[in-house]
């Protein structure tokens, strides 16, 4: 941020002015002439004229979303003048998803619904309201959140969500791509992208066994009957 102050010496004499500043803790404040890039922490003026001076104010890689003040001191002697000024941060909106472990695969079976845990937090430096889940998904599936939303995370605030994925009964084995999104303020978003490996239920593995073994017993029976024959 940079203001720019105009300092007016009313005596009839040059002057030389000191420059210093009351930040919050971490910020800089650095003063330059007007159109140079030098640093300065005093100047002289000649009586009865005035000259510009531009002050740079520059927050913490930390601060947060707010309202900030700063003060400047302009001091000759005893004389002192002071300006009060103000910085406002709207802050950042980020947001980051993903699952505990770092896989992003899942089994599920067809028609059966199949938990995940992911989290969601907030990596800007504004608080983020009203964070939405969705989802994209292969036709037919659910996938459901709970909660359904986030009502606010605060900065550096992490929060889990539980995730239950159902496939369609009619679902075929295989691999399928499900996306979990959570959409935030002022258009911060994170999308998650599962594989979902879809398998058959164990016991239908089982029943279609016994009807193999069915099928070749009661062949294997055809034949020893045909055989006697």
Do not use: H
Request: no cysteine.
């Amino acid at each position: 941020f940079e203001f720019a102050l105009d300092v007016n010496n009313k005596a009839e004499t040059d002057k030389t002015f000191n420059l210093s500043a009351q930040a919050p803790e971490k910020w800089e404040v650095n003063f330059k002439p007007s159109y140079e890039q030098k640093q300065i922490s005093s100047f002289r003026i000649k009586g009865g004229t005035s000259q510009a001076v531009a002050v740079e104010v520059t927050p913490a890689k930390d601060a947060t979303s707010g309202t900030y003040p700063v003060t400047v001191w302009v001091t000759s002697g005893e004389k002192k003048a002071e300006v009060k000024l103000s910085v406002v941060l709207t802050g950042i909106y980020k947001l980051d998803a993903g699952t505990p472990s770092g896989l992003l695969s899942l089994d599920a079976y067809t028609g059966k619904a199949a938990n995940l845990s992911i989290f969601v937090k907030n990596t800007g430096s504004a608080a983020n309201r009203n964070i939405a889940f969705s989802s994209f998904k292969p036709e037919n599936w659910k996938v459901d959140f709970k909660p359904e939303k986030i009502d606010a995370l605060e900065p550096g605030q992490m929060k889990q969500v539980e995730v239950i994925i159902t496939p369609a009964g009619q679902a075929l084995v295989g691999d399928y791509s499900v996306g979990l999104m959570a959409d935030g303020e002022k258009g911060s978003s994170k999308t998650v992208e599962m594989r979902v490996s879809v398998r058959t239920s164990t016991a239908w593995g089982w029943i279609g066994i016994a009807i193999i073994i069915v099928v070749i017993g009661g062949l294997g029976g055809l034949f020893m009957k045909l055989g006697r024959r």
